[in-house]
């Protein structure tokens, strides 16, 4: 009996997948996916079946209720002029039957009125009668014969309108207090009242209760929104900022046009994912990853077979939970690379999880099968326990083996991923409103804030403005992942924008709007919705605070200050030390930052005494100066998890022998010379310090690190020099390594091995 996928059954017979599987599903046979495998037979026997009753048989129907409606309907319009006439006219006439019956009545009210006012029966007897007691209880009068000034009368009755409507507000909530009130995370005493129809004296004198002194303007944390709602008996739901969600826009179906599949890349640590994208896009991106190991999100478009595909590449390492859950999120088809030599690891189950979460189809992709202790199989046996059944096992996920290095079995791979977003037909509307996500933000010390945008739906051109989170501006320029310029960017195309006043948080989502001043208002009323979420966290040191930690024993803080080249890295850092439990140490990170180590950063450590962690950063002169000053440990690295590991070593009083930077001296470039058979040669002096033939370099440009490496040769005028000493000018040639610029500082320094102190 022959079989076919459900997707070539729909694609034979001119309907859509989801049409095949309704069907197949109403005749009794069960099917999970326009990838499962149907029997042919039993298909065009459920699809023959389908037609008679429901495709000719349903229309015909309708279509004679259609004809007989259309004859009613004109039956209905001969009998409509004098039928629909006659209530018209009893409608008109009714109106003018009571017209001249209350006439009559209001003149002899509005003509008694003065008379009783002339008899001085007072104020009350012969006065007009007022039915809505609201702005009767604020009217004042004044004494008889005395007329009242008309512009103080008008502010009087402004004042006494917004006093009825500030009482209203709370009656008006406690009425619908069956329903769940909504309120923004860190919401003031003020605001909570007139959410949940309560005084503010009522919370206040709550609050007191349990000890919490607060005023009317104070942000109150959720635990205290909570409690008192409970206390009162109010149901609320606390709205915070990174929880809201982007309203659903709907667009025509005519307007619908097919878009490049968005394929993300996941996977546990060192399994090849960016071997395997280098190899489909024939670069070197893991060359230039410190460690060899992805620490950025990294989006690139690919052409096969006419049609584009869009990457992402996450990071595998643990570190980078948040990164792999944002590429799951914007995602049309993943993509998990599994080592074959290594099989399932947490990272994997996690990736697998996201995506999970974020119903998207997955292509399992078994990397590095060129491998001596390759083993595919237990690849697919280890998948196969949690749910993922090979396709040639009976199951729906398709798997394809693959080597990133040999190249092999990159074809199909790209095939089996077209052929799964063409299952979903992708459609975006491409003449809408551009918007998309942040994918990854820098600040860039030539270029300024630098934020690569991923569009998922309309066009974003250059001068649109534009809004992601507390981030505002307009775009200035944009560029695809090649560098290459752009007007315009469609949806599934990564880009990168320059425009921003402030580094985005990645993951934000983006949108045009009509204009800067639009754009400036959004961030600004997000970022006072932050700001009041983090007033809200910080709490004041209370008894019962200082009598735990007599209880306890003192417990010390150790204060961070983290800084990096981009502001998903900030995150991942962020997330992993928090992680970090010990019984007498308490990791606090006190401030982050995206770009380089600045004075004030510096000044904040002294203050607080912190110690500075920078990732792909550098302090600048005047930084480095102060800290040396101050006392203030201002440590870098180029490789996360040797972050994570020296704080845990430094809590645990663990610190193994290491190798630590000695520095030698800094040189600051004055000209660049060209050189035919040896490359770019700098004319350096030396500005603080020696330089040494054998020392190690380091190329710092505004802050941020271009290059690390060794020198080449050392010169003074035309004779090699051993070492050249703080004042006097140099040549200096770097090994493998011709961008220089002027202006760029090199500093020296030596490794060490030292024991722990």
Not at 65 to 76: P, S, T
Not at 119 to 139: C, E, M, T, Y
Not at 601 to 613: E, N, Y
Not at 685 to 700: D, E, H, L, S, W
Request: hydrophobic share 40%.
């Amino acid at each position: 009996m022959a079989r076919k996928r459900v997707y070539e059954i729909a694609r034979e017979a001119g309907l859509s997948s989801a049409e095949v599987l309704e069907k197949l599903k109403a005749a009794g046979i069960e099917v999970k996916g326009a990838l499962s495998g149907v029997d042919t037979e039993a298909a065009a026997s459920a699809l023959a079946g389908g037609k008679e009753p429901a495709a000719p048989s349903a229309p015909a129907p309708g279509a004679k209720a259609k004809k007989k409606q259309g004859g009613a309907g004109k039956a209905a319009k001969k009998a409509a002029p004098g039928a629909a006439a006659k209530p018209r006219g009893e409608a008109k006439a009714a109106p003018a039957k009571k017209a001249e019956e209350k006439p009559a009545p209001a003149k002899k009210k509005r003509r008694q009125r003065p008379a009783a006012q002339r008899q001085g029966k007072g104020h009350g007897k012969g006065r007009f009668v007022i039915i809505d007691s609201g702005p009767a209880k604020h009217r004042g009068f004044a004494p008889t014969g005395r007329a009242r000034p008309r512009r103080a009368k008008h502010k009087a009755h402004k004042k006494e309108a917004a006093a009825v409507e500030a009482e209203a507000a709370p009656a008006a909530a406690a009425a619908v207090s069956d329903k769940p009130v909504k309120i923004d995370a860190g919401a003031t005493v003020k605001d909570l009242s007139a959410a949940i129809g309560v005084s503010t004296s009522e919370i206040i004198k709550r609050l007191m209760g349990y000890g919490e002194m607060v005023t009317i303007t104070q942000s109150l944390s959720d635990e205290a929104i909570t409690t008192v709602c409970e206390d009162l008996g109010r149901e609320v739901e606390i709205a915070h900022v990174e929880q809201e969600e982007e309203e659903a826009i709907t667009d025509r179906p005519e307007d619908l046009k097919p878009k490049p599949p968005v394929v993300t890349i996941m996977g546990h640590v060192d399994h090849g994912k960016t071997s395997l994208l280098d190899a489909i896009r024939e670069t070197e991106v893991t060359a230039t990853e410190a460690g060899g190991i992805t620490q950025h999100i990294g989006a690139y478009q690919v052409e096969h077979e006419g049609k584009r595909i869009t990457f992402i590449d996450t990071p595998g390492h643990e570190a980078f939970t948040a990164m792999r859950a944002r590429g799951a999120r914007v995602t049309d088809v993943a993509v998990l690379v599994v080592a074959a030599d290594d099989g399932v690891m947490p990272q994997t189950l996690e990736a697998l999880d996201h995506c999970k979460a974020a119903n998207v189809p997955v292509v399992v992709a078994v990397n590095k099968i060129d491998k001596p202790e390759a083993n595919p199989e237990r690849v697919r046996q280890e998948l196969s326990e949690r749910g993922m059944v090979p396709e040639e096992w009976g199951g729906d996920v398709i798997f394809n083996d693959v080597s990133a290095k040999k190249k092999q079995g990159l074809e199909d791979l790209l095939e089996t991923i077209l052929l799964v977003a063409e299952i979903q037909e992708l459609k975006a509307n491409p003449d809408a409103p551009a918007s998309g996500v942040v994918i990854e933000s820098k600040l860039d010390p030539g270029r300024g804030v630098v934020a690569t945008v991923l569009i998922g739906r309309g066009t974003l051109h250059i001068g649109d403005a534009i809004v992601a989170g507390e981030a505002a501006g307009k775009v200035k320029a944009m560029s695809d992942f090649k560098g290459r310029a752009l007007k315009e960017a469609g949806p599934a195309v990564p880009v990168e924008i320059l425009g921003f006043d402030t580094v985005p948080q990645a993951g934000e989502f983006c949108k045009v709007v009509e204009d800067e001043r639009r754009a400036r208002a959004i961030a600004s009323r997000r970022a006072e919705r932050i700001k009041a979420e983090m007033l809200a966290k910080r709490r004041a040191l209370t008894l019962d605070d200082v009598m735990a930690r007599i209880k306890e024993g003192e417990v010390k803080d150790l204060n961070l200050i983290i800084k990096a080249d981009v502001a998903g890295t900030v995150e991942a850092l962020e997330e992993s030390l928090k992680r970090i439990q010990h019984e007498e140490v308490k990791v606090n990170i006190i401030h982050t930052g995206v770009g380089a180590i600045k004075e004030s950063d510096v000044m904040l450590a002294a203050a607080s005494q912190a110690i500075i962690l920078g990732f792909n950063v550098r302090p600048n002169s005047a930084a480095k100066t102060i800290a040396d000053m101050e006392g203030v440990d201002v440590r870098t690295y180029s490789v996360i998890y040797k972050v994570t590991e020296d704080v845990e070593a430094a809590l645990k009083g663990m610190l193994a022998p290491k190798f630590v930077e000695e520095e030698l001296g800094e040189a600051e470039i004055r000209k660049t010379f060209k050189a035919s058979k040896l490359g770019t040669i700098a004319g350096c002096y030396v500005t603080r310090g020696k330089v040494t033939r054998n020392a190690q370099v380091r190329v710092v440009r505004e802050g941020t690190i271009v290059h690390e490496g060794k020198l080449a040769s050392l010169k003074r005028f035309k004779e090699d020099a051993r070492e050249v000493e703080e004042g006097y000018e140099c040549g200096i040639l770097l090994e493998d390594f011709n961008d220089i610029k002027e202006g760029d500082v090199l500093e020296f320094y030596e490794t060490k091995e030292v024991a722990p102190s």
